[in-house]
Nanobody, 121 residues
Framework: QVQLVESGGGWVQPGGPLRLSCEAS????????MDWYRQAPGKQREWVAG???????NYADSVKGRFTLSSDIAKNTMWLRMDNLKPEDTAVYYC???????????????WGQGTLVTVSS
């Protein structure tokens, strides 16, 4: 099986930065795409940013210009650099990946456990 582990969440003041990490682990898998989602208290989970391997990064309008996605597919790792954070960015951030696993390949969608980001003064 494939697992995703997020890290880097925490508390930050408005206007401050934070960087999240997501690392995939397992055996016999390759990554097709990775995305960040977030879920604020009382709200539905929403897509934040993501990329298809070999393609470009895409961002939700609410974070465009403030968040930057980077990755090292050889290390199965993705980062989300968040700058100029706002209170409305407060949420649990989840890593999501579409992976191909196994000798007889099959496509799986995998979620991390989430990491909490709190933006407040």
């Amino acid at each position: 099986q494939v697992q995703l582990v997020e890290s880097g969440g925490g508390w930050v003041q408005p206007g401050g930065p934070l960087r999240l990490s997501c690392e995939a682990s397992g055996s016999r898998f390759s990554i097709n795409a990775m995305d960040w989602y977030r879920q604020a208290p009382g709200k539905q989970r929403e897509w934040v940013a993501g990329f298809n391997v070999g393609g470009s990064e895409n961002y939700a309008d609410s974070v465009k210009g403030r968040f930057t996605l980077s990755s090292d597919i050889a290390k199965n790792t993705m980062w989300l650099r968040m700058d100029n954070l706002k209170p409305e960015d407060t949420a649990v951030y989840y890593c999501n990946a579409i992976v191909i696993v196994g000798v007889s390949p099959r496509r799986l969608e995998v979620w991390g456990q989430g990491t909490l980001v709190t933006v407040s003064s």
